[in-house]
C-alpha cells in the first residue's frame, strides 16, 4: 500500500500564512468601511460650503440691488441722514446729470463699491 501523508492546515507555519491573509484581509475591508464613511462626511461639508458660497453669490447681487435703491431713494428725496448712513457703511455715491439736463430732468445714479469676496464659512 502507498503511504499517504496527510498536511493538517492547522498546524506549522503553512496554517498561519493563511490565517494572516484572512486577518489582513479583515483588516483591510474594516479599514475600507472607514474610509468610505470619511469621505462622506468630508463631501458633506464640501457640499455644504459651495451651498454657502452659490447662495452668497445671489445674496451679493441682491445686495447690490437694495443698495442702488437705497442710494437712488436717498438722493431722489434729499434724505441727508440715509446718505450719511451709507457713507458710514463704506458706500459712496455720486450724482450724474443725464443727457436731459438741458431740459431740467436729471437722472440719478448710485454705485456700490466693488462686491468683495463671499466671506469663509462659520463653523
Do not use: Y
Not at 33 to 54: T, Y
Not at 72 to 91: M, P, Y
Not at 101 to 123: F, L, M, N
Amino acid at each position: 500500500m502507498a503511504d499517504l501523508r496527510v498536511l493538517k492546515i492547522g498546524s506549522g507555519w503553512l496554517g498561519a500564512i493563511p490565517l494572516g491573509l484572512a486577518a489582513l484581509t479583515l483588516i483591510l475591508v474594516f479599514l475600507n468601511v472607514w474610509l468610505v464613511l470619511s469621505n462622506q462626511a468630508r463631501q458633506a461639508d464640501v457640499n455644504q460650503r459651495q451651498q454657502f458660497i452659490n447662495q452668497s453669490i445671489q445674496l451679493g447681487r441682491l445686495n447690490e440691488g437694495l443698495v442702488r435703491a437705497l442710494a437712488v431713494a436717498a438722493v431722489n428725496n434729499k434724505d441727508a441722514k440715509l446718505q450719511q448712513l451709507l457713507t458710514e457703511q463704506g458706500i459712496n455715491f455720486t450724482v450724474t446729470p443725464n443727457a436731459g439736463a438741458a431740459t431740467g430732468t436729471t437722472q440719478q445714479t448710485a454705485s456700490p463699491p466693488a462686491p468683495t469676496d463671499a466671506p469663509a464659512p462659520k463653523r
